[in-house]
């Protein structure tokens, strides 16, 4: 899988990109404020309809302008279809988003049509943060690959919302409650077990590329459930009263967690940043492996000032570790650097907003 062609317009600081990706690695050189991160966010949103860096899709339109407009075109490996054009465009506060010429009503069924791994300056959040950046990143990647997943997620959370609206109110009859509780737990239960055999997936395959990276730390990773799936329902129905008393709902599986430690220690607690960070990388790069071991397309990933994080030999590990076939997308400032590799590439140039190929 990966980008054959992209346009972006009014979207951030760009105003207006009409370029061609290779199906390999593609560099992007830029100083700082030139439009970078601005074109790393606008294919993560062509992908996924949301932003990574906010909330509020307002802030992702140009000043001054009342719009953005983003197109694609992706080439596939293992689908039979071959190739999928995207189109979404944000004017006013509405969002229209055309697959293949045809609207989608809902955002949802854009999800899986491109998986992508996004890999940010920040991204040791997956790490150091609290227990919901390690929830967000499972269902993130979860529900790109699977489709029962995301139509569960979606049901538990609504199921959630409708529960901790009760909870808020006063002379709760529990014949109310127990009606969304039977459908958190009907949901809940497809969450925890594809969570569970999600980072048994990967937690082999995230403790080799950090090897290959690091060869005298052993990384483990390691799912920690809130509530097992078998005792949900009892323990929503349990916990009825502490719930009516804080006014939410205290236990499932979005309190769920990752645990992860090098060397048996805790990464949040003991781990220096540059360690997080390779953490964070090895854990994101173990879904390309896992999508390959299934015969899955593989994802595009996107790595802003990917060697500015990382150290030049760490950095060049890191490249080593991706399969030759997938598509990269990189943003970086050390042009002279990125000459330094061996491994081949396309490189392009962007400034003001401005993409040209060098």
């Not at 000043?63 to 071959?82: P, R, S």
Request: proline share 2%.
């Amino acid at each position: 899988m990966y980008f054959k062609k992209f346009f972006a317009r009014y979207f951030r600081c760009i105003t207006d990109i009409h370029t061609e990706f290779c199906p390999g690695m593609n560099i992007i050189i830029g100083a700082n404020a030139q439009g970078k991160t601005s074109l790393l966010e606008a294919i993560h949103f062509l992908s996924l309809a949301r932003s990574l860096r906010t909330n509020n899709e307002k802030e992702l339109v140009q000043y001054e302008k009342e719009g953005f407009l983003l197109k694609g075109e992706v080439v596939y490996d293992v689908i039979e279809a071959g190739q999928t054009t995207i189109d979404i465009k944000w004017l006013k506060g509405g969002k229209r988003i055309c697959v293949n010429g045809i609207n989608l009503e809902k955002v949802s069924e854009l999800i899986g049509k491109v998986r992508v791994i996004f890999l940010t300056s920040d991204f040791s959040d997956l790490v150091q943060e609290g227990a919901s950046a390690r929830r967000k990143f499972m269902d993130i990647q979860l529900s790109q690959m699977d489709i029962t997943y995301l139509h569960a997620l979606q049901g538990y959370q609504r199921a959630l919302r409708q529960r901790n609206e009760l909870l808020r109110k006063k002379d709760i009859a529990g014949d109310e409650l127990w009606i969304w509780e039977v459908q958190m737990a009907e949901f809940g239960k497809v969450l925890i077990r594809k969570r569970e055999e999600f980072i048994k997936s990967i937690k082999h395959l995230a403790s080799d590329i950090h090897q290959k990276i690091i060869s005298d730390e052993k990384l483990e990773i390691c799912y920690v459930p809130d509530v097992m799936e078998e005792v949900l329902l009892k323990k929503l129905e349990e916990n009825r009263n502490t719930d009516i008393q804080r006014g939410q709902t205290l236990h499932g599986p979005h309190r769920d967690d990752i645990e992860i430690k090098i060397n048996g220690y805790s990464v949040r607690q003991f781990a220096s940043q540059g360690q997080k960070k390779t953490c964070a990388y090895a854990i994101r790069i173990s879904e390309i492996y896992l999508s390959k071991g299934n015969k899955l397309d593989l994802p595009i990933v996107l790595a802003d000032e990917l060697f500015s994080d990382l150290d030049p030999q760490r950095g060049k590990q890191f490249l080593e570790t991706l399969p030759s076939e997938i598509q990269v997308i990189i943003t970086a400032v050390d042009e002279r650097f990125c000459r330094s590799l061996e491994r081949s590439f396309e490189m392009y140039r962007i400034r003001k907003g401005n993409l040209e190929k060098s």
